[in-house]
């Protein structure tokens, strides 16, 4: 390498100058334009709504499978007034010639059921007589006083104890309960008794018969079947009420110590 003997970019003759250069036969070299944007004759129109995605294949089939099952649902409810329609006319038709009420059978169910009813609930309110006397005896150590101690809710003397201190709210089939005082050897109920309530308060203390709304306690008594009592110990008593089952004279008898 040399050392640069021009560092001027002179001409190497500096009394010559140098022949311009001869024009050339070439056309000019154009610039090259960028490519433009060609615009199709959609590109003004607004974009397309956005399009649902179709139901998958499970979705359409549990669809239809409920269409199915509600239409087949119709049907049968349909077919099954059709039969119930048909067997109620059916049912209008042979009862039409007919004289005899129809609620008449229903009718005596409901008295039936009824009457069973106030049965058990006399029979109950016996037995919470019965265990009142037994608490009685077994607390006073004594045969139980005679006289009214019930007429709809329990007649407690002040200062004495009776059956009734033992005695709560019996049933609405029972507005008395008498204590009586039992001295002959034996007593038969009146079977012949009607199916009435007592109108008027038991006098207290009198013997006689149970009635349909009245519990009667005989002391120094116990029962013969249902039908009577019998001269017993005199803390025994004998707690009987009048029954509708079986008709008139019919009675309900239990023992109490």
């Known amino acids: 390498m040399f050392p640069n003997s021009n ?27 960028p490519p433009q944007p060609v615009q199709l004759a959609g590109d003004n ?3 397309a709504p956005e399009q649902a995605p179709a139901p998958t294949p499970k ?11 509600e239409g087949v649902i119709i049907i049968a409810l349909a077919v099954i007034l059709v039969i119930s329609s048909l067997n109620s006319n059916k049912d209008d038709d042979s009862t039409s010639g007919s004289t005899e009420k129809p609620t008449t059978s229903n009718t005596g169910i409901t008295e039936t059921l009824q009457k069973n009813q106030r049965e058990d609930a006399r029979k109950r309110d016996v037995s919470i007589v019965v265990q009142a006397a037994v608490n009685y005896v077994a607390n006073q150590n004594a045969q ?30 029972i507005d ?24 008027t308060p038991p006098s207290g203390g009198k013997i006689g018969n149970p009635y349909i709304n009245t519990i009667v306690v005989y002391t120094g008594a116990r029962c013969d079947s249902n039908t009577g009592i019998k001269k017993a110990a005199a803390r025994s008593t004998a707690i009987a009420v009048q029954v509708e089952t079986g008709g008139n004279g019919k009675y309900y008898c239990q023992d109490a110590n």
């Open 7 to 33: 560092p001027q970019n002179e001409p190497l003759n500096p009394g010559v100058n140098p022949e311009p250069a001869a024009p050339s036969s070439q056309p000019p070299v154009q610039p090259i334009q």
């Open 45 to 47: 129109l607004p974009p």
């Open 59 to 69: 979705k359409t089939n549990i669809a239809l499978i409920l269409a199915i099952v």
């Open 144 to 173: 139980i006083e005679p006289g009214v101690v019930y007429d709809g809710t329990p007649l407690k003397t002040t200062g004495k104890v009776g059956l009734a201190d033992y005695l709560h709210e019996l049933s609405g089939n």
């Open 176 to 199: 008395y309960v008498d204590v009586v005082d039992f001295d002959s050897d034996e007593m038969t109920f009146d079977d012949t008794a009607p199916i009435e309530p007592q109108s």
